[in-house]
Nanobody, 126 residues
Framework: QVQLVESGGGSVQAGDSLRLSCEISGGRFSRYSLGWFRQAPGKEREFVAG????????WYADSVRGRFTISRDIAKDTVYLQMNSLKPEETAVYYCAADYTGFDAEPRTAGSYDFWGQGTQVTVSS
């Protein structure tokens, strides 16, 4: 079984930074991409960033490019999301997701990912 657990969320002011972590357990084989999504109340789940697990190519939503950085530590089975210059409109629950099919290159849709964490709340106030 594959389990993902996010941590690092909290309440910050606009312009502050946070680093989210996602620890992955199980599923040693066929791990392809890891992604971060976010979902605000009344809105669809939105892709934020993705990374290849075995290699390091990354891909981002246009809205966060240049401010957010996704990375991974293979030895620790952990994915990180460094978020800088946070904006109030980025208040949301942030989810970590894992792709174990490898069907799509640089997947950006929720349907491309097979396992999800419970999410961690990020609140950005003015």
């Amino acid at each position: 079984q594959v389990q993902l657990v996010e941590s690092g969320g909290g309440s910050v002011q606009a312009g502050d930074s946070l680093r989210l972590s996602c620890e992955i357990s199980g599923g040693r084989f066929s791990r392809y991409s890891l992604g971060w999504f976010r979902q605000a109340p009344g809105k669809e789940r939105e892709f934020v960033a993705g990374i290849s697990w075995t290699r390091s190519p990354t891909w981002y939503a246009d809205s966060v490019r240049g401010r957010f950085t996704i990375s991974r530590d293979i030895a620790k089975d952990t994915v990180y999301l460094q978020m800088n210059s946070l904006k109030p409109e980025e208040t949301a629950v942030y989810y970590c997701a894992a792709d174990y099919t490898g069907f799509d290159a640089e997947p950006r849709t929720a349907g491309s990912y097979d396992f999800w964490g419970q999410g961690t709340q990020v609140t950005v106030s003015s």
